[in-house]
């Protein structure tokens, strides 16, 4: 066994900006001679594969792990979570909506299933530009954390798996790496994703979004619970499912509009009601329409709203917020 450690793992930038990668490459050279924290980098969270050695490194950390990453913290955890890398939510006193008690509480959903009693931190490089801010914040939690870890190199001790994920436990080299041009045939190549993300805290597996997709995105698992199954079958740049889910659980962490990326506190819904204002269609007539694009692309007949358009949803009030979303809904009408 060795000591208390917490396990920090940043999840890298998608393209090449430099203030981006300055701020990871700061945070991992401050961190790398703590003794009470290991670090490393995989490259970005949602675009791993289940394969790839990045995720089956996270899958074998097995104390608290803390991850920043460039996403919505919400998205980022259950990114995380579809790929069997779970834990208690830890609280970041860097996560504005987490200090907010006003809040509203989470839904009835159906939650995440087996998860361990170890913590899972994820914390949103874009909320903050100074590394010390994070620096600050990852001690604070490595000083409270209490859990007795095993090292790393030691559960991963049995090859093959060693030599694979040796890489992550020295960062020094990824960071070397990260510097010099791609090789490919020694670089693990990480193409950019687009699939929708099930947020199980929401989620009551009412099975709208299976019902609506007609690309075979959405399946089950053993326990009958939704889960998106065949994830590269999904649109790029198309949310339609998000707008169909009745507890606004879907995101798509690429989206511009915060809602549907994972913003914590939003309702996808509400900038589409306000859309109304301007006669633009509502939410699900544009979640058909997307549909349709989609499958006219596909050389399929468009359905529009003759197929899986859950009926409960066309009842509901239209609800208007503040200013903030009245602005994001023009966003999303390109006004
Ligand atoms: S539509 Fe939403 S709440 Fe219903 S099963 Fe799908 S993700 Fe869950
Ligand atoms: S965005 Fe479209 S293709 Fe992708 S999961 Fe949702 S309905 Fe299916």
Redesign the pocket.
């Known amino acids: 066994m060795a000591g208390k450690k917490l396990t920090v793992v940043i999840s890298q930038q998608q393209g090449k900006n430099p203030v981006q990668r300055h701020l990871e490459e700061e945070i991992a050279v401050q961190l790398l001679g703590d003794p009470d924290i290991d670090v490393s980098l995989v490259p970005h969270l949602y675009d791993l594969s289940r394969d790839h050695t990045g995720t089956m490194f996270l899958q074998s950390v097995p104390g608290n792990l803390l991850v920043l990453s460039w996403l919505f913290s919400r998205a980022a955890r259950w990114i995380l979570d579809r790929n069997g890398i779970k834990g208690q939510e830890g609280i970041s006193l860097l996560n504005p909506e987490e200090e907010d008690t006003d809040a509203p509480p989470a839904t009835n ?2 939650g995440s299933w087996d998860v361990p009693k170890r913590k899972l931190y994820c914390i949103d490089l874009r909320d903050h530009q100074q590394a010390k801010t994070y620096l600050e914040e990852i001690r604070r939690i490595a000083r409270e954390n209490t859990v007795q870890t095993f090292d790393l190199m030691g559960l991963i001790q049995s090859s093959p798996q060693r030599a694979k994920l040796q890489k992550y436990v020295e960062p020094e080299k990824l960071l070397k790496a990260a510097e010099a041009p791609a090789n490919p045939e020694t670089d693990e190549q990480v193409k950019r994703r687009w699939y ?1 993300v ?3 805290s ?9 019902d ?1 997709c007609l690309f075979g995105v ?1 399946g089950l698992d053993g326990a009958d619970r ?1 889960l998106v199954e065949q994830q590269d079958n999904c649109k790029k740049g198309c949310p339609a ?1 998000s707008r ?7 995101m798509f962490p690429g989206h511009k509009t915060a809602a549907i990326a994972g913003a914590e506190g939003e309702v996808a819904g509400l900038k589409i009601d306000l859309s109304r204002l301007f006669g633009a269609p509502n939410a699900l007539e544009m979640a058909a329409m997307e549909r349709d694009t989609e499958l006219v692309a596909d050389g399929r007949e468009a359905v529009g709203m003759s197929v899986g358009i ?1 009926k409960r949803q066309a009842s509901k009030p239209t609800q208007r917020d503040n200013l903030d979303d009245l602005m994001d809904g023009l966003d999303q009408l390109d006004m």
């Open positions: 959903g159906i929708p099930i947020d199980y929401r989620c009551t597996n009412c099975m709208e979004c299976i609506f959405y939704i499912c169909v889910c009745p507890e606004n659980a879907i859950p």
